[in-house]
């Protein structure tokens, strides 16, 4: 009836994580003693468990691995045609040994769990034709007209969006869109001083609406950048007027 289990816990007075050797009868433990240096396989599986066990809130989540977290519940929506794993909570927990443990090999204590890439274990999870899918349909990032690489943001719950500078879009007659052309991006436009002046998921109806109010404000405001009454069919710039409007 005895098993002999390892286990990681959370040491509080340390801030960090031990490995215990457990004897134990169903519930009741026998005997308890500290690991000092547990092989990587059981290390790892005890990693796996504590994971599991407190969320996948104990892993080191950057911008660009929740992002592609999101991308993936997106193309869940957006493609439905391609069957997409599920990232939700549960399932990710439930998959540890599919998608984490492949890139723990160098992870023998809390801070080196933390610094797992997480983007590189999330597309475990992934065939290599989805993964060019998922990067050709729902890029991270936009080259607006005048060349500049932006990064998109999406959301679970609204569509994705992209920050730019008004004169960079100049030229551009319509929203672009990602997911094959499915879902045009927002469009969160600024001033040369990076404040938002408007908010649109179509350009065309901006040019011909709202722009000549913008245009009018922005002349006094910023005299020195390029306002055409045409911004549909005029050349982008990242310049002031002092440059050639191609710059």
């Not at 929740?66 to 990232?87: D, F, I, K, S």
């Not at 769990?113 to 475990?124: E, Y």
């Not at 950048?225 to 050349?235: F, G, I, K, R, T």
Request: charged fraction near 25%; glycine fraction near 4%; aromatic fraction near 6%.
């Amino acid at each position: 009836l005895v098993e002999v289990r390892t286990e990681v816990e959370w040491d509080e007075e340390k801030g960090t994580l031990r490995a215990l050797r457990r004897e134990q009868a169903g519930v009741l433990v026998l005997k308890a003693q500290p690991m000092a240096r547990p092989q990587p396989e059981v290390l790892h599986a005890a990693m796996l468990r504590w994971v599991a066990q407190k969320g996948l809130a104990v892993l080191g989540w950057s911008e660009a691995a929740e992002q592609l977290r999101v991308r993936l519940q997106c193309a869940a929506q957006w493609l439905p045609e391609e069957t997409w794993p599920a990232v939700d909570d549960e399932t990710l927990l439930a998959t540890l040994d599919v998608w984490l443990l492949p890139e723990m090999g160098a992870v023998r204590d809390l801070k080196s769990l933390q610094a797992v890439n997480l983007v590189s274990a999330l597309l475990h999870l992934l065939t290599w034709s989805q993964r060019q899918r998922l990067d050709s349909a729902l890029p991270t990032h936009y080259t607006v007209p005048t060349g500049s690489r932006l990064p998109i943001r999406y959301h679970a719950d609204k569509p994705p969006a992209l920050a730019v500078r008004i004169q960079e879009m100049f030229g551009e007659a319509s929203n672009p869109a990602v997911a094959e052309g499915r879902v045009p991006l927002v469009l969160e436009l600024l001033s040369p001083a990076q404040r938002p002046l408007q908010i649109t998921r179509d350009l065309a109806a901006f040019w011909r609406g709202a722009y000549p109010e913008v245009q009018k404000e922005m002349k006094g405001r910023y005299p020195r950048h390029l306002w055409p009454d045409d911004p549909a069919s005029a050349l982008p710039t990242r310049r002031t007027k002092k440059y050639s409007p191609q710059g």
